[in-house]
């Protein structure tokens, strides 16, 4: 069974829910294609500012608010042996030229919040096909439409003038050689162990229910991410080779860094209970080349995951949504038809925005003492709207902090995109 479409969106999480929500504004009607029944778990449970800057520009903010989602005030990082901590306040801008102002986000839990996102794009009339996209249909270089199989067991050619991969780390589009190639990130040699607990102690205050993140050494660390009014969502980051030498199942290894890690991590712990099985995931860590063409793009994950410690997933979900869609409408307007690379533009903002949290992870992880003099002391302001997400555009990358992480990194052989040199630069 064939049926022509405007766009084809791969997956129906965050960014295909966002993107096709950000094209029914701009009047342009698009099919998700979603394998998964939801709710379905899902980690990545705390939103940055710009996070929820880009949920109130989709008229969610009242609906987020009526299920009482909590409320976030910043992120709070503690160094090892829980000495040297230091704290990111969540503040937005008004405009480029405008001074930062408090403000709040949420947290969330992501089964949910997921689910919520894709009926909301239903009720505002996006279609959707609920099945498993199998295979590409192409005709040169143009990605005619996406074979995919029901439910049912039927097959579908879903054919569209455009095709949106949204499917997050399952890579559809480079695991069927449309795109890439897809090389490893920088932290996929680790394993990140997920539970959910009930009794853990959270601070006082507004600032009950912030992000709190756990560092014992370099790719080591814990977060806490308050996800309803009694669970605790927790993440357990090692490096894989510590991981197997312990040679002990998820809930147990979860269980013993809990006590070890970090001392502040574990006076918050001591009389909890958990309320799943461990889950985990490892070598999560890689960046796709090439991602888009003739009609075809990428939004969010689908081209690159760095490394989960600051909850940036949602932030380049919900920011690449709302910019795939202005590059789809100039393309179907007819303004970008005609060009070799009609996404190309789209594609060096993203990726460029990205490097920006390449550069800002690489420098945590490689130089931590002058990374929180940075975030503490010299640099506030800048490393506040980078763990915010005002990451795009040319102004940051002449931000003086992002040239000083950069000129440090430099000395290691890293470049701008956080790829490591055989040989490092001269010192």
Known sequence: MRSKHRVVIIGGGPAGSCTAMFLKKADIPSIIIEKETFPRYHIGESFTGETGGQLRKLGMEDVLTKFDYLIKHGTKVYGTGGKNSFYIPVRDR??????????????ARRSVFDKLLLDTAVERGVETFDGEASGVIMEGKLLRGIRCRAKDGSEHELMGEVVIDASGQNTFLANKGVIGPKGRGNYDKQVAIFIQVTGAIRDEGEKRDDTLIFYRTKNHWAWFIPIDREVVSIGIIVPSDYFTSKKMSKEAFAREELYTMNPELTKRVQNVQFVEEGKGAANYSYNVQNWTGKNYLCVGDSHRFIDPIFSLGLLFATKEAEYAAVAVKDYLDGITWEAEKPFLQYQNYAD?????IQTMLDCFWEFPFPFQRFAH??????????????????AIHEYDSVKRMRRLLDMKGFDQSGIQREEPAPV
């Open 94 to 107: 008004l405009g480029p030229n405008q001074s930062q102002r408090p403000a709040t986000t949420w947290q």
């Open 352 to 356: 460029r925005g990205q490097d920006i």
């Open 377 to 394: 002391m010299t640099h506030q302001e800048e490393i506040i709207d980078m763990f915010a997400g005002r990451i795009y555009g040319d």
